[in-house]
């Protein structure tokens, strides 16, 4: 049974996957997506949700998620975690769910890795939809 895409859903996508599966993002240049990165969900609706990649260090213009913020299964909750507030994905539920088996996500929806809804990440602090450009090989894993 697939996970119910709804704000504060953690997941680990492959990109490589996200890519093939006609994923859209707000960046252009490389932002050294990983195998098994891990997304959160900040907004979902009936055909898609709005992913934001988390990577476990800092770098210029990321923020910090804090440990108390998560749930879930142990490799989510004892890694450090940050987002960049201009990278955001749409990916379609089914894509989804492909990128999840490709990557081997260890949660489950009886015990999914979650971030608690008051620390996501606000909406409006994301590009706008017009942004959004084809995911495309060239800003997916160079790990792949």
């Excluded at 990577?55 to 975690?81: E, V």
């Excluded at 490709?102 to 939809?129: C, G, H, I, T």
Aim: aromatic share 8%; with cysteine.
């Amino acid at each position: 049974m697939p996970h119910v895409h709804a704000p504060g859903l953690v997941l680990q996508l492959d990109p490589v996957t996200l890519s093939k599966h006609g994923a859209t993002c707000t960046w252009s240049d490389d932002p050294e997506l990983s195998a098994q990165q891990y997304f959160v969900c900040i907004e979902s609706n009936k055909t898609d949700a709005l992913w934001v990649p988390l990577f476990g260090g800092p770098a210029p213009g990321r923020r910090g998620i804090a440990a108390t913020a998560k749930s879930g299964h142990p490799r989510w909750t004892r890694s450090s975690s940050f987002f960049h507030p201009a990278q955001v994905i749409r990916i379609s539920h089914k894509a989804t769910q492909r990128a999840a088996e490709a990557a081997y996500d260890q949660s489950s929806p009886k015990v999914p890795n979650r971030m608690a809804a008051e620390q996501l990440p606000p909406l409006a602090e994301f590009p706008a939809a017009t942004a959004f450009i084809p995911m495309s090989a060239g800003v997916v894993s160079r790990y792949a």
